[in-house]
């Protein structure tokens, strides 16, 4: 019998850390941990009989601790992570720690600058309601687990998000490996949008050579020739894997699957975004490939409920609609704004987004700007700097005074209820991967109370 062991999270908090103290905790090790702030997601941990401490202290680090695990988001100067490399306490990233874990399993890894959460989401999805199984370590909390993670012993597979940041994802060595996007991002690590293709190229030669990589159609990586490679897309007849005859049917999707061996026709999928087809296509590849059977992916994809925070429905009625999504990239806003102005092309919207880090909002200013000119009205919080120190003027206003419009606004949280209270919007999305989410909940509260719905 394997002995019971106590494993330390630094940063448990976060969604990817989560998942894996989730893991161990199912395993019967003890586990517990520090962040900095209490949300859901952390009552949810505790509940499930995990300690978790708020405030930095040295004298709640377990005495017999076998291993320390942190996130490269625990500043090099807190004080528990210094005590922690000064007493040479065994410790190691996150990433490395997951890498561990999948490393006697077919792993089933998914990258990319966006997209990779809700597609990973999808493939676990599909594989866990067949008769594959999987395990899997998620970036979001699957709607139809209400988890990020997925523990089953009994399957071959295990589905992971594999992270680009602090390249982690080169802690990987797939089975099958899946790249979804490569715009820049977290240029505060790479620098140069050319080091991070390179670390995506990097990624993707870590590809087991008899598994395979699959690539979306408009990204350019030189991958080894000995790594057999496959291309989908959302409809693109180049490719392996795309859709096609997509249409719309009582808030529902439906579109032909195109494969190399095989149509499928009027696959459906349940009431999303439509960029969420071309994930979709992505997932049902990956599925297919693992021996998923048509009737097993038909039935998965249309009960498919989404990711939480990801095209997020919290009110819908013929008056009014709030969505609430993650969004934190120019192209990501970009992408969900032209599927909210699809979806509601005479409504009124209103979007409240939450600058995440200060480099981002150095890098991206004008691309933030951009991609929220659509918007009807826009509100700006200030930026949520999660691991970041403030940089010298930089500001939401930086992205305030770059949006040419007369409706843009900047708001504190604590009026910001009743700035949108006042603006009456017809649809009202919020945006962010910040603590945005936190607050989320009272502004559904606020809207419920304000049109009377019970």
């Not at 586990?31 to 702030?37: A, E, Q, S």
């Not at 509940?47 to 625990?74: F, Q, R, S």
């Not at 998923?292 to 039935?299: A, G, I, Q, S």
């Not at 991609?371 to 930086?398: C, F, H, N, W």
């Amino acid at each position: 019998m394997k002995r019971e062991k106590t494993y330390y999270f630094l940063g448990i908090g976060g969604i990817g850390m989560s998942a894996i103290a989730r893991y161990f905790n199912s395993m019967g090790h003890k586990v517990c941990g520090y962040d900095r702030t209490t949300t859901a997601l952390t009552k949810q941990l505790e509940a499930e009989g995990i300690e978790i401490h708020y405030t930095p202290n040295i004298n709640l680090i377990p005495k017999n601790v076998d291993l320390v695990i942190y996130t490269p988001a625990i500043p090099i100067d807190n004080e528990e992570y210094v005590y922690i490399k000064t007493n040479n306490i065994p410790i190691k990233k996150r990433a490395q720690v997951l890498g561990e874990i999948t490393t006697d399993k077919k792993c089933i890894a998914v990258a990319g600058s966006h997209g990779k959460t809700t597609t990973s989401g999808m493939i676990a999805y599909i594989l866990s309601k067949s008769h594959v199984g999987c395990s899997a370590f998620l970036g979001g909390i699957v709607k139809n687990f209400d988890s990020n993670v997925v523990i089953n012993p009994e399957s071959e597979y295990i589905v992971v998000e594999a992270d680009e940041y602090d390249r982690s994802f080169h802690q990987l060595y797939p089975t099958y490996s899946i790249i979804t996007a490569t715009d820049p991002d977290h240029l505060d690590i790479y620098k140069t949008h050319e080091n991070l293709i390179e670390a995506f190229k990097q990624y993707g030669n870590q590809t087991n050579k008899n598994g395979k990589l699959f690539l979306k159609q408009n990204i350019d990586l030189e991958i080894n020739e000995d790594i057999h490679t496959e291309r989908y897309s959302f409809d693109n007849i180049e490719s392996e894997y795309y859709a096609w005859n997509v249409r719309i049917y009582k808030g529902n999707y439906y579109f032909d699957l195109h494969t190399p061996n095989h149509v499928y026709y009027d696959m459906e999928l349940m009431g999303a975004p439509l960029y969420n087809i071309e994930n979709a296509v992505a997932a049902a590849a990956v599925a297919l490939q693992c021996g998923v059977t048509e009737h097993e992916l038909r039935y998965a994809l249309k009960t498919f409920k989404g990711i939480k925070r990801r095209f997020d429905y919290r009110i819908k009625t013929n008056d009014f609609v709030f969505i609430d999504d993650y969004a934190h990239h120019p192209q990501e806003l970009s992408t969900v704004i032209k599927s909210l102005k699809a979806i509601y092309p005479q409504k009124r919207i209103v979007g409240v987004f939450q600058p995440h880090l200060y480099s981002r909002t150095q890098d991206f200013a004008q691309e933030f700007a951009d991609s929220l000119m659509p918007l009807d009205e826009i509100i700006l919080l200030d930026i949520y700097p999660a691991r970041e120190q403030p940089i010298p003027g930089v500001s939401s206003k930086t992205i305030l005074h770059k949006i040419n419009k007369m409706t843009k606004y900047l708001c504190g949280k604590e009026e910001l209820i009743n700035v949108l209270i006042a603006l009456s919007p017809e649809v009202l999305i919020t945006l962010g991967a910040g603590d945005i989410d936190a607050i989320v909940p009272k502004i559904e509260e606020a809207f419920l109370q304000e049109l009377n719905i019970q």
